[in-house]
């Protein structure tokens, strides 16, 4: 069975502070997605990383994919109470394109103002 | 159409009591996921359609999950003889190829009373 472990499962900082995400498995995936949910609302991409060692920048927002395709991060950079919500990595497991996405546990990240 | 649709949104059944619920895919997107989801957590594989046919369906809890999608457009979730246990967010998404970003819905919220 293919896992993804998210850490930390939340996470409340003050607006400013920077914050990173972790996530990890003993396991390859052929590609990692970040996705950011809000309560009532289904989870929404952020982004896809599918080459060992890539980094992607979203504005505040950078993401690494580990060498071995096995963890992932999620840097945020001066967190805005606007950056709250459930943040969520998922990966399509092996070598393949199966289609099917596992997912991490989440991490429930609160910003106050 | 411009998104992924869910109906219905809220959904409250009695315990044995049967359900469906239902997918509109983005217009032409191929790949189709059904998901369940418990609250601060995340999603959890349930079955995934390549056009008409289930693709994989290891992630069915058990016999009374079931899953259509007969003419490669809408899906329909139906769970027979519901149990308390089934009390979850029911998220679909679709993607235009297998392993693409995916489209979730909003989902819709199944409570077994």
């Known amino acids: 069975t293919q896992l993804l472990e998210q850490s930390p499962q939340f996470l409340s900082i003050q607006e400013g502070e920077n914050l990173t995400v972790y996530c990890n498995s003993s396991?390859?995936?052929?590609?990692l997605q970040w996705y950011r949910q809000e309560p009532g609302e289904g989870p929404v991409l952020l982004v896809t990383?599918?080459?060992?060692?890539e980094v992607k920048k979203l504005k505040r927002l950078t993401f690494q994919f580990g060498d071995a395709r096995k963890d992932s991060s999620l840097h945020i950079t001066a967190a805005q109470p606007g950056d709250t919500g459930l943040y969520l990595c998922?990966?399509?497991?092996?070598?393949?394109?199966?289609?099917?996405?596992?997912f991490g546990q989440g991490t429930t990240l609160q910003v106050k103002p | 159409g411009a998104g992924v649709s869910q109906t219905p949104s809220n959904k409250v059944t009695e315990k044995g009591k049967y359900v469906e619920l239902r997918c509109d895919p983005i217009?032409?997107?191929?790949?189709l996921y059904w998901y369940r989801q418990s609250l601060g957590q995340g999603p959890e594989f349930l079955i995934y359609?390549?056009?008409?046919?289930?693709?994989?369906d290891s992630g069915l809890p058990n016999d009374r999950f079931f899953a259509v999608r007969p003419e490669g457009s809408v899906s329909t979730l139906k769970i027979q003889r519901t149990e308390r246990g089934d009390s979850a967010v029911y998220l679909c998404?679709?993607?235009?190829?297998?392993?693409?970003?995916?489209?979730f819905g909003s989902g819709t919220r199944l409570t077994v009373v």
């Open positions: 998404a679709s993607s235009s190829t297998g392993g693409g970003g995916y489209t």
């Open positions: 396991s390859v995936f052929s590609s």
């Open positions: 990383v599918v080459t060992g060692g």
């Open positions: 998922a990966g399509i497991p092996g070598s393949g394109n199966t289609g099917k996405l596992i």
């Open positions: 217009s032409g997107h191929t790949a």
């Open positions: 359609f390549q056009g008409t046919g289930a693709a994989d």
